[in-house]
C-alpha cells in the first residue's frame, strides 16, 4: 500500500514502511552507524526501532522511536509509529496523542489519518473512523488500505451498492491489494453474482496464489457452481497454503465423493472423526458419511 509523501523524504519514508497500520510492515536493511557520531543518526534508530519491531520487540522499538522525539519532537513518522505500537497494545488514548503529533506536523500525512480511523473503529466511532478514511483517500488516491476499509463499513452497514464501489477503488488504487477483492468477492456472492465473483477471486490467486482464505473461498465458490473438480483442486491448495477454516477437510471429502474417489474421501473423512478438536457438527456429518460410504468405500 503506497502512501503519497513529501519530496526529499521519500525515499527514507518508503523504507520505514507502516507498522500495524492496516497494515503492512515493510522489512528494511538497517544503516550503518555513522563513523562521525557516537550517537545514533536519527535514520539510524529508525532502523533500529524496525529491527526491534519486526522481531516482536515492542519496548526496545518504542524507546528507539522516544529517543528520536526527544531531538525531533516534530518528527510525524516517529509519532505515527508510536501511535501503532500503542494501537497494538490496547492504549488507545496514547495512540491518538501520539497520531495527533503526527497531524499536527503534517495535517496532511495520509497514512496517520487512516491509523486514527482505524483506531476509531475500535472506539465505536464509525463516523469519525469514515471522517478519517475520506480524508486519507483524498490526500492520497492510491491509498487502498483506506477505499478498503470505508468499503467494509459500508459493506456492514448493508449499503451494498455504495461498498462495490469503495471496494473496487481499492482494487483500482492497488491490483495487488487481495484483501479487497476478497471481500468484494464476498459482497457479488451475496448478490447472486457468483460468475463475477469467480473472476475476482482467480485474478486475486494471480496476484497471491498463496493466500489460503482466497484459495478457500474460491473453492466454495466453485463448489456452489457445480464445478466440482475445480473446488476439489482449490480446497487442496488452501490446505496446502496453511487455510485453518474448519470446514475444508469436510468440504473436500464431499467434492471427492462426488467425483467418485472414495478411498480419497474415506481416509479423510476418518481422520476428521478422529480428530479431538474437530467441531462437533463437522464430526457428525463426517460420520454420516462414512457410514453411507460402507466399510468397503463404496456407497
Not at 510525524?76 to 508510536?82: M, V
Not at 472506539?123 to 478519517?132: P, Q, S
Request: overall charge negative.
Amino acid at each position: 500500500m503506497k502512501t503519497s509523501l513529501p519530496s526529499g523524504r521519500q525515499s527514507r519514508n518508503r523504507r520505514y514502511g507502516r507498522w500495524l497500520s492496516g497494515l503492512i510492515l515493510v522489512t528494511a536493511m538497517l544503516s550503518p552507524y555513522s563513523a562521525q557520531s557516537e550517537e545514533p543518526t536519527v535514520d539510524e534508530r529508525f532502523g533500529l526501532a524496525e529491527q526491534a519491531l519486526n522481531e516482536g520487540k515492542l519496548a526496545e522499538g518504542k524507546a528507539q522511536l522516544e529517543n528520536i522525539l526527544k531531538s525531533d519532537p516534530a518528527n510525524k513518522d516517529a509519532c505515527n509509529l508510536l501511535g501503532n505500537i500503542a494501537l497494538a497494545q490496547g492504549e488507545l488514548d496514547q495512540a491518538k496523542e501520539y497520531y495527533n503529533c503526527a497531524l499536527d506536523a503534517d495535517p496532511l500525512f495520509a497514512e496517520t489519518h487512516n491509523n486514527l480511523g482505524v483506531l476509531a473503529l475500535k472506539l465505536g466511532k464509525v463516523e469519525e473512523a469514515m471522517t478519517h478514511f475520506h480524508a486519507a483517500a483524498r490526500i492520497d488516491p492510491k491509498r487502498a488500505d483506506a477505499w478498503y476499509n470505508m468499503g467494509q463499513i459500508l459493506m456492514a452497514a448493508g449499503q451494498t451498492e455504495s461498498a462495490e464501489t469503495y471496494l473496487r477503488r481499492a482494487i483500482r488504487a492497488d491490483p495487488k491489494h487481495v484483501g479487497s477483492r476478497h471481500r468484494l468477492a464476498v459482497l457479488l456472492l451475496s448478490l447472486q453474482r457468483g460468475d463475477e465473483a469467480v473472476d475476482l477471486l482467480e485474478e486475486a490467486v494471480k496476484a497471491d496464489p498463496a493466500s489460503a482464505d482466497v484459495l478457500f473461498l474460491l473453492a466454495t465458490v466453485f463448489d456452489d457452481l457445480g464445478r466440482t473438480e475445480e473446488a476439489a483442486e482449490k480446497y487442496i491448495q488452501a490446505k496446502a497454503a496453511g487455510s485453518k477454516a474448519p470446514q475444508l477437510p469436510l468440504y473436500l471429502t464431499e467434492a471427492q465423493i462426488k467425483l467418485g474417489q472414495v478411498k480419497e474421501a474415506r481416509k479423510g473423512l476418518q481422520a476428521l472423526v478422529g480428530d479431538g478438536t474437530a467441531d462437533a457438527a463437522i464430526k457428525e456429518k463426517a460420520a454420516a458419511l462414512l457410514k453411507e460410504l460402507g466399510d468397503d468405500g463404496t456407497r
